[in-house]
Structure formats: structure tokens, C-alpha cells
């Protein structure tokens, strides 16, 4: 394989056929990778939360629930493992229809161990990134609830390239005050720049940048917040 196994990943895999599960667990487990096997689908997502790391080895025919079927029931619950859709009986449409609801590969049964061994890697190398950015995106929204509600306010304006006197006309407050919680503002979002701050609150949530922050006559006095602070 062209990447080592990563510690937290497992190769799950989902196959009513006990022998074709057996041999692909053994073949993960035979470089390294943590494995583990299911009978069907619905045991799978009784056992596997929504944070897991790895990719999915997933048959598409399988009786009570269709690979198909478990693809799009992950989807709904925000299960989002990279899946590589194994099948002696595939069609194009199968293929199609998996691949534009999420999946990294579609392997025809008999297949090369190599070929599955570097889906496995593709898979779980995609996995492990989404994993890693949700963790800062997770990371940097605590931080900015961490503002106030004053220095929210701020921040919104500070994102979209406010000066710092015109932000304080708009608050009433002056423009020393804001400069000193745009610097706190900088440091607690660990940016250096109103375009990082801008880049990191869309991270955070898109709707935050679209929306626009209140206007003068509103922004002065909402939310409970002194003109002074």
C-alpha cells in the first residue's frame, strides 16, 4: 500500500457472505489495519457512531438491507465513512447511483487484493482529513462562543473589513474599545487578519458571514450589552 495503516482508522466491513467477510477482514488485518466484520447492515449501525474513522467494505446485494439502502440510511444519520461498494453483481446504475450518493469506489467481485488495498488507503486517508478539519471546525466554534456578545458583534464587522472607526460609530462605542477586543477577538480565534477571521467563521458556519450584522440604530443598544464595553 502507498500509506501506512493509521492508528484510529478501522476497515469495516459489511457482507452477508461470511467467507468474503472473513478474507477481507484478514486481508486488512494482514497489513496492519484494524478490522472489524458484519453480518448486515443493521448490526453495523447499532455498533458505529457517527465519529468513526476508516472506511466502509460494503457489499451492495444483501438481504433486509441493500448496500444501497445502508448508504443512504448513513447519510441520514450524519455517518459519513468513506465506502467502497464490493459486488459480483453490479450494473452501471448501481455504480451511478453510489457513487453520487458519497461512495470512493465500486469493485467488482473476483478482485485483486491489491486493488482493495489501495481503495482501503484512498478511503481511509479521506476520512482521516474530514475527520482531522471537523475537529478544528469543532475547535474554533467553542472558541467563538467563547465571545461575548459584544465581541461577536465586532467580530462580524471585523470579518467583512470594517475599520475599527467605523465599527465604533455603528456601536457607539469608542474606537480604543474597539481595537482592544479586535485584538482579543484575533487571539481567541488563534487568526492574525480580518481575512482569517472572515475564512475561519465560515468554517464555523456559513450562515454567520452571510448574514449581515445589525444596523447602526440597532446594533447600539441590542442584545443587552453596554455602549462601553
Same mark, same amino acid.
Given at each position: 500500500m502507498s500509506a501506512m495503516p493509521l492508528a484510529?482508522?478501522?476497515?469495516?466491513?459489511?457482507?452477508?457472505?461470511?467467507?468474503?467477510?472473513?478474507?477481507?477482514?484478514?486481508?486488512?488485518?494482514?497489513?496492519?489495519?484494524?478490522?472489524?466484520?458484519?453480518?448486515?447492515?443493521?448490526?453495523?449501525?447499532?455498533?458505529?457512531?457517527?465519529?468513526?474513522?476508516?472506511?466502509?467494505?460494503?457489499?451492495?446485494?444483501?438481504?433486509?438491507?441493500?448496500?444501497?439502502?445502508?448508504?443512504?440510511?448513513?447519510?441520514?444519520?450524519?455517518?459519513?465513512?468513506?465506502?467502497?461498494?464490493?459486488?459480483?453483481?453490479?450494473?452501471?446504475?448501481?455504480?451511478?447511483?453510489?457513487?453520487?450518493?458519497?461512495?470512493?469506489?465500486?469493485?467488482?467481485?473476483?478482485?485483486?487484493?491489491?486493488?482493495?488495498?489501495?481503495?482501503?488507503?484512498?478511503?481511509?486517508?479521506?476520512?482521516?482529513?474530514?475527520?482531522?478539519?471537523?475537529?478544528?471546525?469543532?475547535?474554533?466554534?467553542?472558541?467563538?462562543?467563547? @465571545?461575548?456578545? #459584544?465581541?461577536?458583534? =465586532?467580530?462580524?464587522?471585523?470579518?467583512?473589513? $470594517? %475599520?475599527?472607526?467605523?465599527? /465604533?460609530?455603528?456601536?457607539?462605542?469608542?474606537?480604543?474599545?474597539?481595537?482592544?477586543?479586535?485584538?482579543?477577538?484575533?487571539?481567541?480565534?488563534?487568526?492574525?487578519?480580518?481575512?482569517? @477571521?472572515?475564512? #475561519?467563521?465560515?468554517? =464555523?458556519?456559513?450562515?454567520?458571514?452571510?448574514? $449581515? %450584522?445589525?444596523?447602526?440604530? /440597532?446594533?447600539?443598544?441590542?442584545?443587552?450589552?453596554?455602549?462601553?464595553?
Amino acid at each position: 500500500m502507498s500509506a501506512m495503516p493509521l492508528a484510529d482508522a478501522i476497515v469495516y466491513v459489511v457482507d452477508d457472505d461470511s467467507a468474503m467477510r472473513r478474507s477481507v477482514v484478514f486481508l486488512a488485518e494482514s497489513v496492519g489495519w484494524r478490522a472489524r466484520g458484519f453480518a448486515d447492515a443493521q448490526s453495523f449501525l447499532a455498533q458505529t457512531g457517527a465519529s468513526a474513522v476508516g472506511c466502509l467494505v460494503l457489499d451492495v446485494r444483501m438481504p433486509a438491507m441493500s448496500g444501497l439502502e445502508l448508504q443512504q440510511a448513513m447519510n441520514a444519520r450524519g455517518l459519513h465513512l468513506p465506502i467502497i461498494f464490493i459486488t459480483g453483481h453490479g450494473d452501471v446504475s448501481m455504480a451511478v447511483q453510489a457513487m453520487k450518493d458519497g461512495a470512493v469506489d465500486f469493485i467488482e467481485k473476483p478482485f485483486k487484493d491489491q486493488v482493495l488495498l489501495d481503495a482501503t488507503a484512498q478511503a481511509v486517508r479521506r476520512s482521516h482529513a474530514a475527520a482531522a478539519q471537523s475537529s478544528q471546525h469543532e475547535h474554533a466554534r467553542q472558541r467563538y462562543e467563547q @465571545l461575548t456578545l #459584544r465581541e461577536r458583534e =465586532i467580530a462580524l464587522r471585523v470579518a467583512r473589513g $470594517q %475599520p475599527s472607526k467605523l465599527i /465604533a460609530r455603528e456601536l457607539g462605542i469608542s474606537d480604543k474599545t474597539v481595537q482592544v477586543h479586535r485584538t482579543h477577538i484575533l487571539e481567541e480565534m488563534s487568526v492574525h487578519s480580518a481575512a482569517e @477571521l472572515a475564512h #475561519r467563521l465560515t468554517q =464555523i458556519d456559513p450562515a454567520l458571514q452571510q448574514a $449581515q %450584522p445589525p444596523p447602526a440604530e /440597532a446594533g447600539s443598544g441590542h442584545c443587552g450589552v453596554r455602549h462601553d464595553v
